[in-house]
């Protein structure tokens, strides 16, 4: 805990198998309460990997709901187990479990209602690997979503997240996507409602075994995310109502 605060750790797996023991390992386990992972049917041994590192709530898609619908599994189990802060951390090693507590401290201390681990603050995304495509990509629909949504983030696309509890009981999470534009979705959310946004440095990691999607779904995530973003502009305009922001 920090600050009396309980911290469960979630895990959105999908073909982990390679990448979860190195993910686990660095998890700082003297403040984190709890682990929660959660299998989307994958096809490798994700399941037997993280019943030998002892990981005590595993739960296993029998179909593939996509990666919203895992995120939603993730945040349902976590609530139920009463945790405070909620970190959703990719399990195939590319962001590392290191910042966990300074993006907990953040949140624990009533700073931030939710905190995002930002590749692009340093010069980390291009120095772990990343595409050039996808950070040209992340640069432009990073400003366009600013203008649209009013507020001001480095990026919008990180996969490293922390929320408090407040944050995702507020928000109607089952009405948003099961597929990848689900992050930006949430992100909408917790901007419509005013909730307060803080960003920490993170270096991130990208190699053979890391998750990363193609450039035709890359292409469909943007064009989301450009949705997503002139909703939130014209519901905010009062031009238009969602019942994603109820």
Known sequence: MINGKKIIVVLPAYNAAKTLEMTYREIPFDLVD????????????????GRELGIRHIIRHDVNLG???????????????????????????QYTPKLIPSMCYLIAHDLYDCVLGSRILSKGALAGG???????????????????????LSEYHTGYRAFSRRVLTSLNLDYNSDNFVFDNQMLSQIIYKGFRIGEV??????????????????????????????????????????????
Not at 35 to 48: A, G, M, N, Q, Y
Not at 130 to 144: F, G, H, Q, S
Not at 205 to 232: E, P, Q, R, T
Request: net charge positive; glycine share 6%.
């Open 34 to 49: 709890d682990v929660v992972l959660v299998d989307d049917c994958s096809h490798d041994e994700t399941i037997r990997v």
């Open 67 to 93: 990666y919203g619908g895992n995120q939603k599994t993730c945040y349902r189990k976590a609530l139920e187990l009463g945790a405070d802060i909620v970190v959703m951390l990719h399990p195939d090693y």
């Open 130 to 152: 990343m595409p050039w495509y996808k950070y040209v990509a992340n640069r432009i629909l990073t400003l366009i979503q600013n203008i649209l949504v009013n507020h001001k």
């Open 201 to 246: 440095s993170c270096p991130t990691k990208y190699f053979d075994d890391a998750s990363s999607i193609n450039l035709k779904n890359s292409a469909i995530y943007g064009l989301g995310v450009l949705a997503v973003s002139f909703k939130h502009f014209f519901c905010k305009l009062g031009i238009a109502k969602s019942r994603m922001y109820e």
